[in-house]
Nanobody, 128 residues
């Protein structure tokens, strides 16, 4: 059974840091491009960052460039999102998603419709 499980969310003060994890089971994650998305109340789900399967190229939304870093550990079948200098506007439920390489998705566009498998999400709240 294909499954993605996010962890690492929580409450953090502005300027703080968190590291989110996305652990995969039932498939080998390093064959897939993986993205992180977020959804704040009343807003559309937006792409934050993604990492390719081929050469670990990374892509970021402008709103998080220089603050967030996506990486993968193939031995642990896990992808991470390191978030630094967090702002209240980063508050959202964060989801990881995997893009099936057999479908030739345009995963780098950070478009949710280019991703096929989703986790359940983890809440990140940035507040003083």
């Amino acid at each position: 059974q294909v499954q993605l499980v996010e962890s690492g969310g929580g409450l953090v003060q502005p300027g703080g840091s968190l590291r989110l994890s996305c652990a995969a089971s039932g498939f080998t994650l390093d064959y897939y491009a993986v993205g992180w998305f977020r959804q704040a109340p009343g807003k559309e789900r937006e792409g934050v960052a993604c990492i390719s399967s081929s050469d670990d190229s990374t892509y970021y939304a402008d709103s998080v460039k220089g603050r967030f870093t996506i990486s993968r550990d193939n031995a642990k079948n896990t992808v991470y999102l390191q978030m630094r200098n967090l702002k209240p506007e980063d508050t959202a439920v964060y989801y990881c998603a995997a893009s099936d390489p057999r479908l030739n998705r345009f995963y780098w566009r950070l478009d949710r419709y280019e991703y096929d498998y989703w986790g359940q999400g983890t809440q990140v709240t940035v507040s003083s």
